[in-house]
């Protein structure tokens, strides 16, 4: 019995290790694509209002975007010591997970190296991202429809009919209260971690995009 603990403890351990570094680069992905909008919008309004660029990064790196903050503070610090700006940009877009953001920054580069007018790719970039937000909130409608059908039918119905099942058999069999509560117990536990298994299908589920 020691042994097949140990094995199950293991097996578990060993996976947790392997997908580990998956499950840390998408929870930085989602953190960083829930604050992109605001960080963009919020750079639109500042640049309309006559802020410099730069003062702009500035302003970013102070406020409370979680890792959108701590990559502009590390670009802030880059233009300090000497490099262009266009470069920390180039350097950010790289050796960032996330595709939308990537993307977002590449268009400003873009935008920048041609000469265009900032504010005006900053209006694209938001639409853009917009509509992308629109799309994965009508995918993400879709999909709760049969996820919802299959909670009720696991959580719901399911140990509705257990425990009219067993309230039925121990009424015609000599069955003791302690098998019964134990059944019942089990049931239990077995709702309580799929519902917790569920919230977390629900959570991985919900748009990047999307702002909390």
Do not use: C
């Not at 998408?26 to 953190?31: C, D, L, Q, V, Y």
């Not at 640049?47 to 959108?68: Q, T």
């Not at 971690?193 to 909390?212: A, C, D, H, N, W």
Request: glycine content about 4%; aromatic content about 12%.
């Amino acid at each position: 019995m020691g042994l097949i603990i140990t094995f199950i403890i293991s097996f578990f351990t060993f996976i947790h290790q392997i997908s580990y570094p998956r499950l840390k680069a998408n929870r930085r992905i989602k953190e960083i694509d829930k604050n992109l909008l605001s960080v963009l919008r919020t750079i639109l309004i500042q640049l309309n209002s006559g802020v410099a660029l730069f003062d702009v990064f500035i302003s970013i790196s102070k406020s409370d975007y979680g890792e959108i903050s701590k990559v502009f503070s590390k670009m802030v610090k880059k233009i300090n010591t000497g490099t262009p700006q266009i470069v920390a940009l180039e350097e950010i877009a790289k050796n960032n997970p996330s595709i939308f953001f990537r993307k977002s920054i590449w268009q400003l580069i873009n935008g920048m190296q041609a000469g265009s007018n900032i504010n005006n790719v900053l209006k694209g970039i938001i639409d853009s991202l917009s509509k992308e937000q629109l799309i994965q909130i009508e995918n993400y409608g879709s999909q709760l429809n049969p996820l919802a059908m299959f909670y009720m039918i696991i959580v719901i119905i399911i140990p509705s009919l257990s425990v009219t099942f067993i309230t039925v058999i121990s009424s015609f069999f000599s069955s003791s209260g302690i098998d019964n509560r134990f059944v019942l117990i089990v049931l239990f536990i077995f709702v309580f971690i799929f519902q917790m298994i569920f919230l977390g299908i629900i959570k991985t589920k919900r748009p990047s995009l999307l702002e909390e």
